[in-house]
């Protein structure tokens, strides 16, 4: 299959291709389910991964190249493999994730991502974001063990409760918030309860935000603006589009 014009302006911004073949499939829950993949050289050709690292994936709809973004779930440069971890709903990447079996290939092109910890390092996280950008969730705690972190996650089934999340009782507070008025119930928890931790004396505080897009615009502009939250603090990136 070929990438179309998304691929052409990818290569001209200097993506490059790999080949990823499946190895494994787990179904982590009834709408959450990990595929783990060899990389085709991936890690190799860039020297190994950063916390929150991400490919964009090429599916197939209606005869047409579909890519998306994923994050690289526990990556392996000894091995050149990691996993890949969807969060089931209607699409062309869900559709082919619930199909996946070993020996099937996928394209990926990596381009776009990059990601560094602010320095000073963080001396508090506020970290929002929803199933879809929960490997990016686990990859940002997994890079600052020990850091103390409240993370605000937004369900829409039931069976994200039994998500996997890694956290550490001993520093990490997780409230799940479900899914109500379009994301305005996640904004609305958030902005309740952000002034008052920040002003505790959160040294260094950091606050990262993966949601649907428009959740994550108005809340990255809330903690910039209303908080004063310093920009290199905040990590605003939108994840999906609501329909």
């Not at 190895?23 to 060899?38: A, H, I, L, N, S």
């Not at 998500?163 to 902005?191: I, N, Q, W």
Request: overall charge negative.
């Amino acid at each position: 299959m070929g990438h179309g014009w998304e691929g052409v302006v990818l290569k001209l911004m200097r993506g490059r291709d790999f080949t990823f073949t499946v190895t494994g499939v787990e179904q982590v829950t009834e709408d959450f389910r990990r595929v783990r993949v060899t990389d085709g050289g991936l890690l190799a050709a860039t020297g190994g991964a950063h916390p929150t690292m991400w490919v964009r994936i090429w599916f197939e709809q209606a005869g047409k190249p579909h890519q998306r973004a994923y994050t690289l779930v526990d990556p392996d440069p000894a091995t050149g493999a990691f996993c890949l971890e969807f969060a089931l709903h209607d699409g062309a990447a869900s559709d082919w994730a619930r199909t996946a079996q070993p020996g099937d290939t996928i394209d990926a092109t990596l381009q776009g991502t990059g990601f560094t910890l602010p320095e000073p390092a963080p001396g508090r996280l506020f970290v929002i974001g929803d199933p879809a950008s929960l490997p990016a969730i686990n990859s940002l705690l997994d890079a600052v063990p020990g850091v103390p972190a409240t993370i605000w996650f937004e369900t829409a089934h039931a069976s994200d409760e039994d998500l996997p999340f890694r956290l550490d009782p001993a520093h990490h507070t997780l409230h799940k918030v479900p899914r109500r008025d379009g994301g305005a119930h996640l904004v609305a928890e958030v902005k309740a309860a952000l002034p008052e931790l920040l002003g505790a004396g959160a040294p260094d505080a950091y606050v990262w935000i993966a949601c649907d897009t428009a959740t994550t615009r108005t809340l990255g502009t809330y903690a910039r603006k209303e908080l004063a939250v310093p920009k290199d603090r905040v990590n605003a990136l939108g994840y999906w589009r609501a329909g």
